[in-house]
Nanobody, 124 residues
Framework: QVQLVESGGGLVQAGGSLRLSCAAS????????MGWFRQAPGKEREFVAY????????YYADSVKGRFTISRDNGKNTAYLQMNSLKPEDTAVYYC?????????????????WGQGTQVTVSS
């Protein structure tokens, strides 16, 4: 298991931008594919974005495609989620997660390591 800590959440106006970071420690970061998920109050945790271990493959939920960019810097043991053109419906707690299996997945249960989450609030 890798320890993950999210940061960068906060309050932003609609149309604004925010960059989330996920700092990893305890294990070899480059061996983990990373995902970002989000959960609004009373709702299920949902997939947002995925990046492969090397950063060569990226996948996004349709709801954020074209607005969000997932990336990673294995030298810094950090994954990122750049969020642009934010909408009120993006408001949620955002979590980063890691998995060692190589295949792409959007399922919460397939990710074994999770951060504590960071709140993102987008106002109108």
């Amino acid at each position: 298991q890798v320890q993950l800590v999210e940061s960068g959440g906060g309050l932003v106006q609609a149309g604004g931008s925010l960059r989330l970071s996920c700092a990893a420690s305890g294990r070899t970061f480059s061996s983990y594919a990373m995902g970002w998920f989000r959960q609004a109050p009373g709702k299920e945790r949902e997939f947002v974005a995925y990046v492969s271990r090397s950063g060569g493959s990226r996948y996004y939920a349709d709801s954020v495609k074209g607005r969000f960019t997932i990336s990673r810097d294995n030298g810094k043991n950090t994954a990122y989620l750049q969020m642009n053109s934010l909408k009120p419906e993006d408001t949620a707690v955002y979590y980063c997660a890691g998995r060692t299996d190589v295949y792409y997945t959007t399922r919460v249960g397939d990710f074994g390591s999770w951060g504590q989450g960071t709140q993102v609030t987008v106002s109108s």
